[in-house]
T-cell receptor, first 116, second 116 residues
Framework: AQTVTQSQPEMSVQEAETVTLSCTYD???????LFWYKQPPSRQMILVIR??????QNATENRFSVNFQKAAKSFSLKISDSQLGDTAMYFC?????????????FGGGTRLMVKP | DTGVSQDPRHKITKRGQNVTFRCDPI?????LYWYRQTLGQGPEFLTY????????KSRLLSDRFSAERPKGSFSTLEIQRTEQGDSAMYLC??????????????FGQGTRLTVV
């Protein structure tokens, strides 16, 4: 069975600064997907970024980028130029290579607060 | 398209009663997922449909739980003889066919169940 661990229950960052959220996972699969999802208060889960394990290049989406270390089973999320709207729960998730990886195993989440 | 829709948004029920939730996925999405999220935790996968076929069920889905997607469009999740431990947010997600970019799962806002 797969496990996903987020070791930082809460983090805070000043507006416009950079923050990195950590995630480690365990799997015996060689190919899979990794995701970061954002869940704002009382709103639905939104995909932030997706990484396919067979791709060595780290995924980026505007201010969001990942550091994917397959051998170390580490998948951290860097948020640059943090904005107040980035305040949310962030979940790291693992998905199998089939079904576009959407049967997800989630970590416990990191609550991020962006301070003005 | 307004995204994934879930109904009701909130449900309070007495222990022992049956409840049913509905999920309407994005119209062209053939894949549908149910997750359960307890307070302060990451979502846990419950079950997956491709069209009308239920292809995966988690061990979390006890005999009291049943899910259907009769015509490959909307889905229902029924919980019989509810217990206080069933109190959680029930999330539905949908995704399109294929495995490439754009096949990520989109989540609804969830149904919050409180068993008293």
């Amino acid at each position: 069975a797969q496990t996903v661990t987020q070791s930082q229950p809460e983090m805070s960052v000043q507006e416009a600064e950079t923050v990195t959220l950590s995630c480690t996972y365990d799997t015996s699969e060689s190919n899979y997907y990794l995701f970061w999802y954002k869940q704002p208060p009382s709103r639905q889960m939104i995909l932030v970024i997706r990484q396919e394990a067979y791709k060595q290049q780290n995924a980026t989406e505007n201010r969001f980028s990942v550091n994917f270390q397959k051998a170390a089973k580490s998948f951290s999320l860097k948020i640059s130029d943090s904005q107040l709207g980035d305040t949310a729960m962030y979940f790291c998730a693992w998905g199998p290579s089939y079904n576009a990886g959407n049967m997800l195993t989630f970590g416990g989440g990191t609550r991020l607060m962006v301070k003005p | 398209d307004t995204g994934v829709s879930q109904d009701p948004r909130h449900k309070i029920t007495k222990r022992g009663q049956n409840v049913t939730f509905r999920c309407d996925p994005i119209s062209e999405h053939n894949r549908l997922y149910w997750y359960r999220q307890t307070l302060g935790q990451g979502p846990e996968f419950l079950t997956y449909f491709q069209n009308e076929a239920q292809l995966e069920k988690s061990r979390l889905l006890s005999d009291r739980f049943s899910a259907e997607r009769p015509k490959g469009s909307f889905s229902t999740l029924e919980i019989q003889r509810t217990e206080q431990g069933d109190s959680a947010m029930y999330l539905c997600a949908s995704s399109g066919p294929g495995t490439g970019v754009g096949t990520e799962a989109f989540f609804g806002q969830g149904t919050r169940l409180t068993v008293v």
